[in-house]
């Protein structure tokens, strides 16, 4: 029997059969793909490889990442060392610029190849330029004095012939008429073939040491003329002493031997003419030490100056030993000092003077008289004291006076020691005083004085 549906069976059916042979064509055609998929053998070995290449690509990649981290870090390293550079450039550009402000120094640069200079505002007042755009090498030496200008081109050729760095002294015309005096400073700098095309430099303005100079220099004229004037008076002060020695002395000494003689040929003498001759001849013997102490007074700045290093106890001995000091009067001497470079003859002469006044003046015929040193840096400090009867304290201001005496009864003192020994310590930079006792404000007159005298020596 058939039925309607085995129509719709059989077309099923031959579809299927459509569809599976289309099937079996196409995997037919799929075997030898099929055949190629590797065992899970190679698909692990394969695994593993794959595995070790992500590996090994991650190690790169971190050290793409660390060398990219470093590169970073190096390139902010060099970037704040760029803006340090950049910061101490401009703070040094700042004290060069402050410098050279204070200085007031004009500085300029010379491009020898466009012949143009580039100078800053203080060149401008230098020069009294009025302010013109661009500067040429011919602006400048339009104002160059014409005295001094083949000066100043041949201190730039000599510059640029032989490398040395240019300086030059010039006075520069200003467009009142006047002129000021400047010093040049500059350097050329070359190319590779050796050939100048550039030169810098400053200006200062250095008017006012010349003029100081002018100045010194005039001074220095004077001070010559006035050492030669010196010499020469010096000259007739030895001519001077020369007369006074043998002119004045030999007619004193002859009225002293004259009177001797009157006295030698009287042979009876009343009391009266004999105290009238003695006061004659103590009046020449006077007048004589009067000249004498003149004379040396007025050799005091022709006395050698020679140094020498010594003992200042030696020398207090041979002091002593010239004075001839009676055995009744004792010596306080200070010892273990260090030894002292100076003029000994005149230091010598010094102490002599004040150690002698110290027995000759003595109201007593014995006494003490003690001698004090010490050093102070370079200069020492000396002091000659006595138990005598002193000097009274209104007489002090005067004593260093010429011709100053306490007492007129003295025929033997001509009150010019003590001018000597303040000028010879004073002409070492020292200082002499009578030095002021505690006793000596209660009452106008005190026994004993202390001298104290300041003596520098040269270092």
């Known amino acids: ?45 394969a695994n593993l490889e794959l595995q070790q290449q992500i590996q090994a690509r991650l190690v790169v990649e971190a050290q793409i990442q ?71 090498y011919h602006d400048w030496e339009g104002r160059v004095h014409p005295d001094d200008l083949a000066g100043v081109l041949a201190a730039l050729e000599v510059a640029k012939t032989t490398y040395a760095d240019y300086a030059a002294e010039y006075r520069v015309v200003r467009s009142d008429g006047s002129w000021r005096w400047l010093s040049g400073f500059g350097r050329f700098y070359r190319d590779r073939d050796q050939r100048p095309v550039r030169m810098a430099g400053v200006l200062s303005d250095i008017t006012d040491r010349k003029q100081s100079q002018a100045e010194l220099d005039t001074q220095a004229l004077e001070l010559l003329r006035a050492n030669a004037l010196a010499e020469q008076r010096n000259q007739e002060l030895d001519r001077f002493s020369y007369i006074v020695s043998h002119d004045l002395k030999a007619p004193l000494r002859g009225i002293a031997n004259l ?5 030698d040929d009287l042979t009876d003498i009343d009391p009266d003419t004999q105290a009238n001759l003695e006061l004659l001849r103590s009046r020449v013997y006077r007048m004589e030490a009067m000249i004498n102490g003149l004379l040396d007074y007025a050799r005091l700045g022709n006395l050698p100056s020679s140094l020498e290093n010594f003992a200042v106890e030696d020398l207090l001995a041979e002091v002593v030993d010239s004075l001839n000091i009676p055995d009744t009067f004792k010596l306080d001497l200070p010892s273990h000092l260090p030894p002292i470079t100076t003029n000994r003859l005149l230091l010598g002469r010094v102490l002599a003077n004040l150690i002698g006044n110290a027995y000759k003046h003595h109201d007593r015929p014995k006494g003490t008289i003690r001698v004090t040193a010490r050093p102070l840096g370079n200069v020492w400090e000396f002091t000659v ?27 033997n003192n001509t009150g010019i020691g003590l001018s000597i020994v303040k000028r010879i310590v004073e002409n070492q930079e020292g200082e002499i005083e009578i030095v002021e006792r505690a006793e000596d404000s209660a009452r106008s007159s005190a026994r004993g004085v202390t001298f104290r005298f300041t003596w520098v020596e040269p270092r």
């Not at 031959?14 to 190679?42: C, D, G, H, K, N």
């Not at 009177?259 to 006295?263: G, P, R, S, T, Y």
């Open 66 to 136: 660390q060398l990219n981290e470093e590169l970073e870090a190096k390139v902010a390293q060099r970037t704040q060392e760029l803006v340090d550079t950049t910061l101490q450039a401009k703070d040094l550009a700042e004290r060069l610029n402050l410098s050279i402000d204070a200085a007031r120094l004009g500085t300029w640069d010379w491009n020898l190849l466009t012949d143009e200079i580039a100078w800053n505002d203080y060149c401008v007042v230098l020069l009294d330029d009025p302010g013109a755009a661009t500067y040429t």
């Open 1 to 45: 029997l058939w039925y309607p549906v085995y129509w719709l069976s059989g077309a099923v059916k031959a579809m299927t059969a459509i569809v599976s042979a289309y099937t079996a064509f196409v995997l037919v055609r799929l075997i030898p793909q099929a055949l190629a998929i590797p065992s899970p053998a190679q698909l692990a070995a």
């Open 259 to 263: 009177a001797q003689w009157i006295e």
């Open 385 to 411: 004291a006595d138990d005598g009867a002193g000097i009274p304290a209104e007489s002090r201001e005067r004593i260093f006076d010429i011709f100053q005496t306490l007492s007129t009864k003295d025929k």
